[in-house]
């Protein structure tokens, strides 16, 4: 087999051999794509099964939204009664200073007498 790239005349030398590899593809007009009905039905049905999957992953996506929404809100309440909480205690402890020190005001109070 002869090589592509062999000059057999002098004048060859200076035109570009490049295009030798390239190639064309020609798309005759009148060339329709046969279809059938069951194609179709094929189609529409792969389609439904891919909007089935989509719409479950919705779901899905839905649900753990839904559920990131509660657990927020329960942070959010669980936090308020905690600082409240901690509100109760602070002042139950400034109240058991004042107890504390009324007893012991009248416990001197007693020895006194």
């Known amino acids: 087999m002869k090589d592509k790239r062999t000059y057999t005349h002098l004048k060859e030398h200076g035109e570009d ?3 030798e590899n390239e190639s064309k593809m020609t798309v005759e007009p009148k060339a329709k794509i046969e279809s059938s009905p069951t194609d179709l039905i094929f189609l529409i049905e792969e389609h439904k099964k891919e909007i089935w999957e989509w719409k479950k992953k919705e779901s899905a996506w839905i649900k753990t939204d839904n559920e990131l929404a509660n657990a927020k809100n329960l942070i959010s309440d669980l936090s308020s009664r905690l600082v ?28 006194n007498k």
């Open 17 to 19: 051999m490049t295009h």
């Open 84 to 111: 409240k909480a901690f509100t109760t205690i602070a002042q139950l402890e400034k109240n058991l200073k004042v107890l504390e020190k009324a007893r012991n005001d009248l416990a001197s109070e007693l020895k």
